[in-house]
């Protein structure tokens, strides 16, 4: 195992379902790896157009095999993925940018802690790719919230400060800054390697990354792989 700490930087967005799988990993993967961890917010939606790619539920096969796709993904990495009823009314025509924003107002009141952003995330991905509810709304971000252990006052607070405009420009900035790194898509890793910085896309590079970063793949889930040792 390397000595240097090594920062990791993931750009995500709570529409992505891949994303979370990402999320979760990295997560788990804080205190077994020598990292430093920095969850980046960023707008999907933006980066799809800025990058002119083309979602891959909106080619009818891969739609069809992202949802087996999801199902498979969700058990391997224990992760409660299910899709919505209407993925299509969720991800295009709902989409996620009031949540981003409201994610990027928890993460400008936490600054470098990434606590109450990581808890946020993981209850709007809960919403709209595990139990099928709304992410748009006011009081579907505040029941967010709250569950993920804000007070009513924070709650209010954060959903005034998700309307102003740095909060919308720090989105802005988030996505810009992905997009420097030749995004794509999301989930975007970003592993800051002796003065270089080593981008990875998706999901399923993890064992590469950890190559790359003199790390141990120990699979999804490495608490069940310490456990055995």
């Known amino acids: 195992m390397s000595n240097s700490r090594k920062v990791v930087e993931l750009f995500y967005d709570v529409v992505s379902p891949y994303s979370w799988l990402g999320f979760e990993v990295l997560c788990r993967y804080r205190n077994v790896w020598n990292i430093d961890l920095r969850l980046r917010p960023a707008y999907l939606g933006g980066v ?12 009818q096969n891969k739609a069809i095999y992202m949802a087996s796709d999801l ?10 993925l299910r899709s919505p009823a209407n993925p299509f009314e969720a991800m295009f025509e709902k989409g996620s940018l009031n949540a981003m924003r409201f994610l990027t107002a928890v993460s400008e009141k936490q600054k470098e802690q990434d606590g109450l952003v990581e808890k946020v995330s993981r ?3 809960n919403r709209i790719w595990s139990t099928d509810q709304d992410i748009t709304l006011p009081a579907s971000l505040s029941e967010a919230g709250l569950k993920a252990g804000l007070s009513a006052s924070e709650v209010e607070e954060l959903l005034k400060l998700a309307k102003s405009q740095p909060i919308k420009d720090k989105l802005k900035n988030a996505t810009a800054e992905a997009m420097d790194h ?15 910085k080593e981008v990875f896309f998706g999901s399923d590079r993890f064992e590469l990354m950890a190559h790359i970063i003199g790390e141990k793949w120990l699979g999804p889930q490495p608490e069940k792989a310490t456990a055995k040792l």
């Not at 799809?48 to 080619?59: D, R």
């Not at 199902?71 to 409660?80: A, C, E, K, S, W």
């Open 48 to 59: 799809m157009h800025l990058s002119g790619n083309k979602p891959p539920a909106m080619v």
């Open 182 to 196: 030749k995004a794509f898509g999301f989930p975007l890793t970003v592993c800051h390697v002796d003065g270089k």
């Open 71 to 80: 199902t498979r993904l969700g058990q391997y990495f224990n992760v409660p």
């Open 123 to 125: 209850e709007l991905w």
